[in-house]
């Protein structure tokens, strides 16, 4: 009784659905179970089902479309109807007979059936209603303004600096921070106030926000990582609202890290045919670095391969006012980064010349050789990875999703003669720069200063040496130089339009073709005076990919 009363009492507690899907199981067990019950019966001859008839041994006789079923004591049988006689059957002996109903009840069964199926369609499409419905008005009372700051998780970095390489000068401008997050007492102690923003720039695949995780995983903080597109919101406000809630998290669990990725997406220039959700968002975001303190613990990381896009609000003091310029690995480098994803790969590679295979290939490129290289590998049935798997799959990284910048021998010496021509310019004459490589330079910026006309016509010159350089080596103008050229352009622009740096008041169209034509002709003189020193320049271009200003420097003085 009490067992009957425990199934009782279950089966109430069965939501409605839940009962209507257990019946119709129930009803298609039944079907199948009468669709097949006359498969179970042997098949005999004509000759034999009369011999069974005429011994007496039929016990009953059932008539079912195509066969007649004859049931013994111990055993049944069929036989098809169409050879038999059943008049001259049922003559001969006195035996049960039953004519066939079952196709009513299948049919039946089957409109039950559908009827059942039918209904629990359009049971689950009603409830998905539903809850969809519910899932739109919970958004409606977010955008009314419901606290909703659950998606906010902070994660816990367990990256470190060992699993970054090849980014050495970059760890040591960040080591600083590390320290600050680590020890913020030490820096209070002396009324010490950190940047409150690092603005991480460089092209896509360096590693930038790998590098960031190594910053928290390294301070042992939490790690707050949000995308900027993820800001701009279809409902207008909820980008400010999310950067609000954002920075409240952050401070709760300071010290913490905040690291907005491709901040370009919501900080681009104001003005202009701009979408109104992202100016409100960037609003929001600089509101919220003004309103913390340095010594709140925060510290906001950002990245971006588009820095001359960025509004100017975001760059100025006291935001992101210190910059970290991530540029393609060199020689050392990717050296440095193969030997960090060969570490758990048994192999036989050789690692510098692998380096020397892939000049222009960014750390995620790298990555991806590295990965191809070993399923290469893998299909060969090998036991580890050799130079031939690189060499197999280079060129499929090359011409796949990576677009690398990839020179042949002979354009490897015309660009490192290029480089090398601003790289000994720049340093004769005083303009700074961090490094200068054959796929990139990085000259630091000083237009936030009082400049005079001479450093002005100092940067200038740097740009055009190396396009003078190659054209008096080669006798040939090459396309390279397009960039340099158009700054170089729209910087004599500046001297005589904007900053007014001429004899008089008022400036000519001619005026800055001739501070161009001025500063290559003192530019042809300056690297005929140093071309033993750009000859020893180039050289170690080839062979290290890039150089500093300090190691410029130290190769003009060997010379004189």
């Known amino acids: 009784?009490?067992?009957?009363?425990?199934?009782?009492?279950?089966?109430?507690?069965?939501?409605?659905?839940?009962?209507?899907?257990?019946?119709?199981?129930?009803?298609?067990?039944?079907?199948?179970?009468?669709?097949?019950?006359?498969?179970?019966?042997?098949?005999?001859?004509?000759?034999?089902?009369?011999?069974?008839i005429e011994s007496s041994k039929v016990q009953k006789v059932f008539v079912k479309e195509p066969y007649i079923y004859l049931y013994l004591e111990d055993k049944s049988y069929k036989v098809p109807k169409e050879s038999m006689d059943l008049e001259k059957i049922f003559n001969m002996t006195v035996v049960e007979y039953h004519e066939d109903n079952r196709e009513q009840i299948d049919t039946l069964i089957f409109l039950l059936l559908l009827a059942t199926?039918?209904?629990?369609?359009?049971?689950?499409?009603?409830?998905?209603?539903a809850q969809e419905n519910l899932v739109l008005r919970e958004q409606e009372e977010s955008v009314n303004g419901s606290q909703q700051t659950q998606y906010i998780q902070a994660?816990?970095?367990?990256?470190?600096?060992?699993?970054?390489?090849?980014?050495?000068?970059?760890?040591?401008?960040?080591?600083?921070?590390?320290?600050?997050?680590?020890?913020?007492?030490?820096?209070?102690?002396?009324?010490?106030?950190?940047?409150?923003?690092?603005?991480?720039?460089?092209p896509p695949g360096v590693g930038k926000t790998l590098i960031a995780k190594a910053v928290a995983g390294e301070a042992d903080v939490p790690f707050f990582y949000q995308s900027a597109a993820s800001f701009v919101q279809i409902y207008v406000g909820m980008g400010a609202k999310r950067v609000s809630e954002l920075f409240a998290r952050a401070k709760e669990m300071a010290p913490s890290i905040i690291f907005i990725d491709e901040i370009d997406a919501v900080g681009k220039s104001r003005g202009g045919q701009n979408n109104e959700e992202r100016e409100a968002t960037l609003n929001q975001l600089l509101t919220e670095m003004d309103g913390f303190e340095e010594s709140s613990g925060v510290m906001v990381l950002a990245a971006t391969n588009k820095i001359e896009v960025l509004d100017d609000a975001l760059l100025r003091a006291g935001r992101f006012d210190r910059r970290v310029h991530i540029g393609l690995p060199d020689f050392e480098e990717r050296a440095a980064?193969?030997?960090?994803?060969?570490?758990?790969?048994?192999?036989?590679?050789?690692?510098?010349?692998?380096?020397?295979?892939?000049?222009?290939?960014?750390?995620?490129?790298?990555?991806?050789?590295i990965n191809e290289a070993a399923l290469h590998a893998l299909r060969l049935h090998k036991f580890k990875i050799e130079d031939e798997d690189v060499e197999a799959v280079r060129e499929k990284v090359l011409l796949g999703k990576f677009k690398i910048q990839n020179f042949s021998e002979h354009e490897r010496r015309i660009q490192a003669l290029y480089q090398s021509a601003k790289a000994i310019t720049a340093a004769w004459?005083?303009?700074?720069?961090?490094?200068?490589?054959?796929?990139?330079?990085?000259?630091?910026?000083?237009?936030n200063e009082i400049l005079s006309k001479t450093?002005?016509?100092?940067?200038?010159?740097?740009?055009?040496?190396?396009?003078?350089?190659?054209?008096?080596?080669?006798?040939?103008?090459?396309?390279?130089?397009?960039?340099?050229?158009?700054?170089?352009k729209l910087l004599a622009y500046q001297i005589t339009e904007e900053f007014f740096m001429t004899e008089g008041y008022r400036s000519s169209p001619n005026h800055s073709e001739q501070i161009l034509l001025d500063a290559s002709d003192e530019v042809a003189t300056l690297l005929s005076k140093l071309d033993t020193v750009l000859v020893i320049v180039k050289e170690y271009l080839l062979d290290n990919e890039s150089i500093t200003m300090k190691q410029t420097k130290a190769l003009i003085n060997e010379v004189f």
Do not use: C
């Open 117 to 129: 199926m039918i209904y629990i369609f359009y049971s689950v499409r009603a409830s998905r209603k």
């Open 155 to 202: 994660q816990h970095s367990l990256v470190n600096f060992s699993d970054v390489a090849g980014v050495e000068g970059v760890k040591e401008e960040l080591k600083e921070i590390i320290d600050f997050l680590k020890n913020p007492q030490k820096y209070r102690e002396f009324d010490i106030s950190l940047p409150k923003g690092v603005l991480l720039i460089g």
């Open 455 to 488: 450093v002005l016509e100092n940067e200038l010159k740097v740009l055009l040496a190396g396009r003078i350089a190659t054209q008096n080596h080669y006798a040939e103008l090459f396309s390279n130089a397009k960039e340099d050229i158009k700054t170089a």
């Open 1 to 52: 009784m009490m067992q009957k009363l425990m199934v009782i009492k279950m089966w109430q507690s069965i939501s409605k659905n839940t009962k209507i899907i257990f019946i119709a199981f129930g009803l298609l067990i039944v079907v199948l179970v009468f669709s097949n019950m006359y498969d179970k019966y042997e098949l005999i001859s004509h000759k034999k089902a009369l011999g069974l």
């Open 337 to 369: 980064t193969i030997e960090l994803y060969l570490r758990s790969k048994r192999h036989s590679l050789d690692v510098e010349k692998v380096s020397r295979l892939t000049i222009g290939f960014n750390s995620a490129a790298l990555a991806t050789l």
């Open 429 to 447: 004459l005083e303009v700074e720069f961090e490094k200068i490589g054959i796929l990139a330079s990085h000259f630091v910026p000083h237009h």
